[in-house]
């Protein structure tokens, strides 16, 4: 499996940005997605996750009040819909693909900067 995630770019805080990840490879609606982000000097820390059967998934409150992940199986594609950014939320974000239903992700893309100005 191959994933492409793209999207990122440098916005101010309070701005919005929507990250992609195309997969291919495999049959994108049975792949278990989730969004994972660095920051410089910080360990990853997982962001958001979708199920196949669409069940969605966040960290913390905080997180689920201003990002909404989703998939569309007909264009292999899952998003990253970030509201309200930021500077904290500078960090590059890799998506992750996984065939199981639950633990870890076997498969990860390349990832994408997002940088918040202050």
């Known amino acids: 499996v191959q994933l492409q995630a793209s999207g990122g770019g440098l916005v101010q805080a309070g701005g919005s940005l929507r990250l992609s990840c195309v997969a291919s490879?495999?049959?994108?609606?049975?792949?278990?997605v989730g969004w994972f982000r660095q920051a410089p000097g910080k360990e990853r820390e997982f962001v958001a996750g979708?199920?196949?059967?669409?069940?969605?998934?966040y960290p913390t409150n905080s997180m689920k009040a201003r990002f909404t992940i989703s998939r569309d199986n007909g264009e292999n594609t899952a998003y990253l819909q970030m509201n309200n950014l930021k500077s904290e939320d500078t960090a590059v974000y890799y998506c992750?693909?996984?065939?199981?239903?639950?633990?870890?992700?076997?498969?990860w893309g390349q990832g994408t900067l997002v940088t918040v100005s202050s």
């Open positions: 490879g495999r049959t994108f609606s049975t792949l278990r």
């Open positions: 992750a693909g996984s065939a199981s239903t639950s633990g870890g992700y076997d498969y």
């Open positions: 979708i199920s196949w059967s669409d069940v969605r998934t």
